[in-house]
């Protein structure tokens, strides 16, 4: 597991899946979810 609020980073990683905090909830990685690491 990574913690990452750099948008490159991620984007470059290519994550399958992504852990949604504090809930625990696990969901597949779409391109939507860039929206809420820029929030960050």
Known sequence: MLVS???GAVEAL???RVVLLPDGVEDLW?????????LA
Not at 30 to 38: G, V
């Open 5 to 7: 609020h750099d948008e």
């Open 14 to 16: 290519n994550p399958e």
């Open 30 to 38: 779409n391109e939507d979810y860039l929206d809420l690491i820029t």
